[in-house]
């Protein structure tokens, strides 16, 4: 069984004020163009459909296009919602569309809406898990102790009374511990999103959504897909990816990317001036793509952001790299509090108080009472 899979499309975003939606849609037809040449039986979307939990219409309206698409050429296709999404927006219409092989995660109750499919070497078995927190688990366990985002996935996943003999494919949209962030991603009070990915060793594959950039957590079937298209500046030197999967008989499952090309580059370019000005150095080049721009010049350019623009359309912002700014940073006291979450600032003050820090049970509680206070002021 050959499975395509993809995350984190944020349909809808913006960056720096510039709609992405033309590039949205470009990107996914590149992704039904592979699926075309490729001929995957399954195609998995782990979440972060949209970029807001109440998306635009045309961000409604082109997933809506996209998954058409993909239901015209007979292809199971598993959506979950992620941290972005609204579950109960993703969950809508659900069981009119199973008829056409689309299969949307319901809000979590308790249980993963399980998919069978079948190939040559016998059944697979899809879970389906949205982007849980511990409060959404408790809910449904009152007579269990769950404090740490572990312990609710530890116990989503002791619900499903996985088959060992199966084959079986978990798409789930979590921070596995161990996974590199980038900028574009919602980080979450002190880490306390962690997951030890041990708690998902009963899956031969994993599908992952949440990170944004390609990557294997501790083994190769236990993946980030990354997103189809560059999010943020931290990204620009990313290749983006479908991840297809291919899994035969059970045990044996490789994995491999397949690249995308966006209709736009994101990049970032350097030099004086005059340099970036110059004809022979731009003519021939993507000027049109988003662009993070650093200027090297000693004296301040005049107007520099709106005269470039003349030539580069799409800038994203614009930085000075010279003698008097990096003299300027170096003099600068980092700000703790950007670096630090409450947690772990309440446990400095814990530690002034008390003569001693505070023990990793004590740590936990408070990082869980953090993330609930969040939860309710939602």
Excluded: W
């Amino acid at each position: 069984m050959k499975i395509f899979h993809i995350s984190d499309l944020h349909l809808g975003k913006r960056l720096n004020d510039y709609s992405l939606i033309d590039d949205q849609k470009y990107i996914l037809t590149k992704i039904i163009n592979a699926a075309d040449e490729e001929k995957p039986d399954a195609v998995i979307i782990a979440g972060d459909v949209y970029d807001k939990s109440v998306p635009s219409a045309e961000a409604v309206a082109l997933f809506d296009d996209f998954l058409c698409r993909l239901a015209r050429r007979r292809l199971t296709v598993l959506v979950i919602s992620g941290n972005h999404d609204s579950p109960e927006r993703i969950a809508f219409g659900g069981r009119l569309m199973e008829a056409s092989g689309v299969h949307l995660s319901p809000v979590y109750d308790g249980s993963a809406e399980k998919v069978t499919v079948g190939d040559a070497y016998g059944e697979v078995d899809f879970y389906l898990l949205p982007f849980i927190k511990p409060a959404n688990v408790r809910r449904f366990f009152p007579d269990e102790e769950i404090v740490t985002y572990t312990d609710a996935l530890r116990r989503a996943v002791g619900a499903m009374e996985v088959d060992p003999s199966k084959r079986s494919v978990l798409v789930t949209h979590q921070f596995v511990t161990g996974a590199r962030r980038s900028d574009s991603e919602e980080i979450s009070v002190g880490g306390a999103d962690n997951v030890d990915g041990a708690v998902f060793d009963c899956f031969d594959y994993v599908a992952l959504g949440h990170i944004h950039g390609p990557q294997n957590v501790g083994r190769e079937t236990l993946r980030y897909c990354g997103t189809p298209l560059k999010y943020s500046l931290s990204e620009a030197g990313d290749t983006k990816s479908i991840t297809s999967v291919e899994m035969k008989e059970k045990g044996n499952t490789t994995v491999r990317e397949i690249p995308l090309v966006p209709m736009r580059d994101l990049r970032e370019i350097r030099g004086t001036y005059g340099q970036l000005t110059l004809r022979e150095n731009y003519e021939g080049t993507a000027t049109d793509d988003y662009l993070h721009v650093v200027l090297t010049d000693e004296d301040d350019v005049p107007d520099a952001l709106a005269r470039l623009r003349i030539i580069y359309p799409n800038i994203l912002d614009l930085d000075f790299d010279n003698a008097r700014t990096r003299a300027a940073y170096n003099a600068e006291l980092p700000d703790l509090s950007r670096y630090r979450s409450e947690a772990e600032l309440f446990g400095d003050f814990f530690e002034k108080q008390n003569g001693r820090p505070m023990t990793e049970e004590q740590t936990a509680r408070v990082a869980a009472l953090f993330e609930k206070i969040k939860e309710e002021s939602l």
